[in-house]
């Protein structure tokens, strides 16, 4: 998502430079900044998803805004395997009940 994020931002940044390109500079800003809202939604929805299949809640996510920490702790949570059988949220789609 970064990448995805970023090159137009990098590209319209490098075009500010020069007075005759700023506008096309704007214009890749802007792209990037549509892009960001865009995609703020699902990549939430798909990280409160991840959350679920461990049994976690939603608020969970929070953890990621303590410094340093929080990204690794959201790593480890990420990288675990989904809980067998059925939690709170549903039944795994992974293991499903037999």
């Known amino acids: 998502m970064n990448i995805v994020l970023y090159v137009p931002l990098l590209i319209g940044l490098s075009l500010l430079t020069d007075?005759?390109?700023?506008?096309a500079g704007i214009f890749f800003i802007v792209?990037?900044?549509?892009l960001?809202?865009?995609l703020v939604i699902p990549h939430l929805a798909v990280c409160v998803r991840r959350l679920h299949d461990?049994?976690?809640s939603g608020s969970y996510l929070l953890m990621s805004l303590i410094p340093f920490a929080g990204p690794i702790i959201m790593l480890v949570a990420f990288a675990k395997d989904s809980q067998p059988?059925?939690?709170?949220?549903?039944i795994s789609e992974k293991y499903p009940e037999s």
């Not at 792209?31 to 549509?34: G, L, M, T, V």
């Not at 059988?85 to 549903?90: A, D, E, P, R, V």
């Open 19 to 23: 007075d005759s390109t700023a506008g």
């Open 54 to 56: 461990i049994g976690q």
């Open 31 to 34: 792209i990037s900044i549509i």
């Open 36 to 38: 960001t809202i865009g």
């Open 85 to 90: 059988g059925k939690n709170q949220y549903g």
